[in-house]
């Protein structure tokens, strides 16, 4: 059974950075693709970035293109969010999650992503 675990959360002041960490167990490997989104309060689950099993094709939302920078390593079932330069407005709850299956055209789609992690809070204080 599919587990993802996310850490890494915390409260930064704007202009900081935070390391977000998601480790998969139950087979995650380098056949899944991999994807991290935020929710924050009263707002829909948004696409923040996401990496296929290769690591050779990585999506980024408009909103963090050029300040975060997602990673993997399949090694050890982690796949990594790097967040740069935060501001206030990246304030959410962030969720990893898995698809073996998923297609291209859908990797920014919440709903075809089969497993997710509980979530881990990050806050940006301005």
């Known amino acids: 059974q599919v587990q993802l675990t996310e850490s890494g959360g915390g409260l930064v002041r704007a202009g900081d950075s935070l390391r977000l960490s998601c480790v998969g167990s139950?087979?995650?490997?380098?056949?899944?693709?991999m994807a991290w989104f935020r929710q924050a309060p009263g707002k829909e689950r948004e696409f923040v970035a996401a990496?296929?099993?290769?690591?050779?094709?990585?999506h980024y939302s408009d909103s963090v293109k050029g300040r975060f920078t997602i990673s993997r390593d399949n090694a050890k079932s982690t796949v990594y969010l790097q967040m740069e330069q935060l501001k206030p407005e990246d304030t959410a709850a962030y969720y990893c999650?898995?698809?073996?299956?998923?297609?291209?055209?859908?990797?920014?789609?919440?709903?075809?992503?089969?497993?997710w992690g509980q979530g881990t809070q990050v806050t940006v204080s301005s």
């Open positions: 990496i296929r099993g290769n690591g050779g094709t990585i």
């Open positions: 999650s898995a698809s073996s299956t998923i297609i291209l055209s859908s990797l920014r789609m919440a709903s075809q992503y089969a497993y």
């Open positions: 139950g087979g995650v490997n380098r056949r899944y693709t």
